[in-house]
Structure formats: structure tokens, C-alpha cells
T-cell receptor
Framework: DTAVSQTPKYLVTQMGNDKSIKCEQN?????MYWYKQDSKKFLKIMFS???????INETVPNRFSPKSPDKAHLNLHINSLELGDSAVYFC???????????FGSGTQLSVL | GENVEQHPSTLSVQEGDSAVIKCTYS??????FPWYKQELGKRPQLIID???NVGEKKDQRIAVTLNKTAKHFSLHITETQPEDSAVYFC????????????WGAGTKLIIKP
């Protein structure tokens, strides 16, 4: 059983398009996250939800919008995709905030 | 703002030797100190963590030591094996809000056969 699953694994799209990445966890965790990892491997927090409440909203373009319909799901919608959005996006979850994170397998986003 | 530095950025060791990666942080209120391992093309995974009331923690071949006074903690891997090759990240937890980890830039560990 996959603990944190995200789809799709690969996403290739044209500039200007709108796309979504979905994330689900079956660990019963209260906190979920979206991270962006660039080509230099820097891990950057984008958003975090605790019990469906947004607790971290880092300085990301407002083209990025997270949505948490329930504690087990955190989706990421991106409008008007740009070349610089190309990266690997990781979803993660944890029982306690910012401790013992479990990561999904990542979504490789390529914007052409 | 808070600052986290990892050294070295790349470390190459002979299989069977030990490896040590150091993480220096600036937030004196940090109280939780994890290390994550990311193999090529895979997800980051927690390998060991320590709290500020403990100086050292060991789990088989890996250990973490903490020096709160000097504000650094280190990852120690003994008897290195090819599967230890990966990028290792430290990510001390911010002390004020308790909501965030401050990630280091990563250390690439290469195990030479």
C-alpha cells in the first residue's frame, strides 16, 4: 500500500496551460505539504495544511493554488504555466507538524 | 532570517569507510533536527532525527550528534555501502512558529567501490 501517492508521475505541457497534481495519503496524518525541488535539488516548501487549514503559504506566485477537500487529500492547481515552473513537485504528510515527513514519489513537471 | 549550511556539498568515500556530514544552523530556538536521504530519482526519506534534549542518537550504522551550544548537528555513517550513495539533507525545525523546517542545500555522498 502506497502511503503518500501523487498523480500524475510525469506531466509535460505547453506554456500557458492550466494543470493539476493530486495527492492522497492513507496514513491518517493531520498535516500535508507541497514542496518544489528544482534542478539543483533545493527543496522549497510551498504550502502546508493542518486539518484542512492553511498554515504555511510561502511566497509563491498566486498562479499556484492548493486545495484540501479533506485531511487525506491535498491537490495543487497551477494556472498559466511558465517555463520556470518546470521542477519536481513533492507532496508529503506528517502526524505532527514539520516532523517525520513522508513524501510522495514526486511529479516531474516539464513546461515547454 | 534563519540560515542552514551543510558541509561538505559533495563527499566521496571508499566503501567500508565512515562518512560525516555537518549541518550548521542559526536559529537558537530550534529543537528538532532531522536528516533525510534522497536516492537518485526517488523521494526524500527520513533516516534519523534528534531532539534538543538529547546529544546523540544511533540506529545501526547511522548516528546523529547534536551540539546545541555551537548550533550544529552531524550525520555519521559507518561501514559505508554502495546503497548509501544519495543526497542527504538536514532540516532543523524553526523555533518560533514550529511550523517549518529550514532545509539545507544537500550533500551528495558518493561511495567508491
Amino acid at each position: 500500500d502506497t502511503a503518500v501517492s501523487q498523480t500524475p508521475k510525469y506531466l509535460v505541457t505547453q506554456m500557458g496551460n492550466d494543470k493539476s497534481i493530486k495527492c492522497e495519503q492513507n496514513l491518517g496524518h493531520d498535516t500535508m505539504y507541497w514542496y518544489k525541488q528544482d534542478s539543483k535539488k533545493f527543496l522549497k516548501i510551498m504550502f502546508s495544511y493542518n486539518n484542512k487549514e492553511l498554515i504555511i503559504n510561502e511566497t509563491v506566485p498566486n498562479r499556484f493554488s492548493p486545495k484540501s477537500p479533506d485531511k487525506a487529500h491535498l491537490n495543487l492547481h497551477i494556472n498559466s504555466l511558465e517555463l520556470g515552473d518546470s521542477a519536481v513537485y513533492f507532496c508529503a504528510s506528517s502526524l505532527q507538524v514539520a516532523e517525520k515527513l513522508f513524501f510522495g514519489s514526486g511529479t516531474q513537471l516539464s513546461v515547454l | 532570517g534563519e540560515n542552514v549550511e551543510q558541509h561538505p556539498s559533495t563527499l566521496s568515500v571508499q566503501e567500508g569507510d565512515s562518512a560525516v556530514i555537518k549541518c550548521t544552523y542559526s536559529d537558537s530556538a530550534s529543537n528538532y533536527f532531522p536528516w533525510y536521504k534522497q536516492e537518485l530519482g526517488k523521494r526524500p526519506q527520513l533516516i534519523i532525527d534528534i531532539r534538543s534534549n538529547v546529544g546523540e542518537k544511533k540506529d545501526q550504522r547511522i548516528a546523529v550528534t547534536l551540539n546545541k551550544t555551537a548550533k550544529h548537528f552531524s550525520l555519521h555513517i559507518t561501514e559505508t555501502q554502495p546503497e548509501d550513495s544519495a543526497v542527504y539533507f538536514c532540516a532543523p525545525k524553526k523555533g518560533d512558529s514550529n511550523y517549518q523546517l529550514i532545509w539545507g542545500a544537500g550533500t551528495k555522498l558518493i561511495i567508491k567501490p
